[in-house]
């Protein structure tokens, strides 16, 4: 009987034994795989916010070039020079000579260039800065003939009678827009031009008043074809901290390519696609070893997780806060881009309190970049960065807002003298000679000045008196400061029309 006992206890201790085995065994089963799921999550959301926030970073990027070559556009298509020159049928050499080629094709670098009438009967094309034939100007057309029957009706929709003659609507008032508004009559796409993917703008060409005469109705289309080259996509993958940049064709599979459609145009068979930062793969490379002993070592893992969740935690926080940086900072010099100056000028707006905005252009900064390379270009903007950044201080806000524009928020009141003295030593600071690759890049610098509420009632009202002002500092000369104070109300609307 004892020896039938003890061979039940044993039985039930072994059982009892298997039971606590197996139920260890579960546990560290259990603990692998809920720290292999839950890290296996953890990348995957990393590597999807990463790539998200990379393609939203790309859109904007594009949409801001394509902003661009609109903004340089209208300085053809609004223009009494332009419509005048169209009066009596297509431009005469002198215009194609000095606007089109020694302009638009030389320092804007467009490679095509078409006036044309919607029904094809006139027509004018310059191909690189030289006249090309009819036939050959017709055939571009082809390619975006989408576009320009798109222009021609937002034309004719944004007509209205008006003095026995038309009236084109003229630009909503938008407060967030920091640039000068145009008439809604622009027609924009990308296509694949000469085999370089390329941003097209189509617009009518009409006078800065926006009236035109009852016999000029029929409109005569401008067309322009900015190439997206090589060089304008590694300066937006420096911008944006990207890979790899480029044109794909939208039915293209390839494996860790991240893809995104830019300018909306519905007959663009290409996408951007790069190469996107992901975290994913260095986290598994550092993490499986540990998982592995983590599983052996029961105590052990238990520490170890808790330190290698901390310092996922940890990248993942870095990782958005890089990534929220980039959205609102400039990657070149580190100031506030438009974005995030647009948020600092909201905020401040929403405080009731009075502040002051000093619109900063740089003179002469296209010569540098012409002469000595993007490079030096770069290293000038990042010198003046820090020169305005240096003399501001934490008395407001200095922010880049695209190309050679920077923008300086000054919160609460300041007087007109004071604010005149700064503008002055900003516009001091940009003359002052930076050196690069032994030799000293001279520029200079243009401000205007606009206070709230003195100026307007809005963000939207100040920046665009500090805009007039700056243009008034430029028509003045250039290498000054201006009060919008000192500007009449004919200057502010001239700059509501450029």
């Keep these: 009987m004892a020896g039938r006992a003890d061979k039940g206890r044993a039985r039930r201790r072994r059982g ?88 638009m094709w030389t320092d804007f670098g467009f490679s095509w260039m078409i006036f044309a009438t919607p029904d094809g009967g006139k027509v004018l094309g310059v191909h690189r800065g030289e006249r090309v034939s009819d036939r050959k100007a017709r055939e571009k057309l082809q390619w975006v003939s989408d576009l320009t029957r798109r222009a021609e009706q937002a034309y004719r929709n944004a007509l209205s009678p008006d003095r026995g003659g038309w009236q084109v609507a003229p630009a909503k008032e938008d407060p967030d827009l920091l640039t000068p508004a145009l008439p809604e009559i622009h027609v924009t796409g990308m296509r694949l031009i000469d085999s370089v993917m390329s941003i097209v703008v189509v617009q009518a060409v009409v006078p800065k008043t926006l009236y035109v005469p009852a016999g000029r109705l029929q409109p005569t289309l401008l067309v322009t074809v900015k190439p997206v080259s090589q060089k304008m996509l590694a300066d937006a993958e420096q911008r944006l901290g990207v890979h790899g940049l480029a044109f794909t064709p939208i039915v293209s599979v390839e494996p860790g390519l991240a893809m995104t459609p830019v300018g909306a145009d519905a007959y663009n068979p290409m996408v951007a696609s790069w190469r996107p930062n992901m975290p994913g793969s260095f986290v598994w490379r550092s993490a499986l070893p540990q998982i592995t002993l983590f599983v052996l070592v029961f105590a052990g893992v238990m520490l170890f997780v808790t330190a290698r969740f901390s310092a996922l935690v940890r990248a993942l926080q870095r990782s958005e806060e890089k990534n929220a940086f980039l959205a609102r900072h400039d990657p070149l010099t580190g100031l506030k881009n438009r974005s995030g100056f647009d948020e600092e000028m909201l905020r401040v707006e929403g405080t009731g309190n009075g502040f002051a905005i000093l619109a900063i252009d740089l003179d002469r900064f296209k010569a540098v970049n012409d002469r000595h390379g993007h490079a030096a270009g770069d290293i000038v903007l990042q010198a003046v960065a820090r020169r305005f950044s240096d003399r501001i201080g934490g008395r407001g806000c200095v922010a880049r807002l695209g190309g050679d524009e920077f923008c300086v928020l000054l919160i609460g009141e300041h007087d007109r003298e004071s604010l005149l003295a700064l503008a002055g030593s900003l516009v001091l600071d940009t003359q002052l000679p930076i050196a ?40 003045a000369g250039r290498n000054r400061a201006v009060h919008a104070g000192d500007i009449g109300d004919d200057e502010v609307a001239g700059t509501r029309a450029a």
């Design 16 to 103: 009892v034994g298997t039971a606590i085995r197996m139920a260890a065994v579960t546990i560290v089963v259990l603990f692998g795989t809920a720290n292999y799921l839950v890290l296996d999550h953890a990348i995957d959301r990393a590597d999807s916010f990463v790539i998200e926030t990379e393609r939203t970073l790309v859109r904007n990027e594009f949409s801001h070039q394509i902003d661009q070559v609109v903004q340089y556009q209208s300085q053809l298509s609004f223009g009494d020079r332009t419509f005048k020159e169209l009066a009596n049928g297509m431009p005469g050499d002198a215009f194609v000579h000095d606007q089109l080629r020694d302009w």
């Design 436 to 475: 690069y690759g032994g030799q000293l890049l001279r520029i200079g610098g243009s401000a205007g000045i606009a206070q709230f509420p003195a100026h307007g009632e809005t963000v939207h009202d100040v920046m665009v008196k500090a805009d007039a002002a700056l243009y008034a500092a430029k028509n």
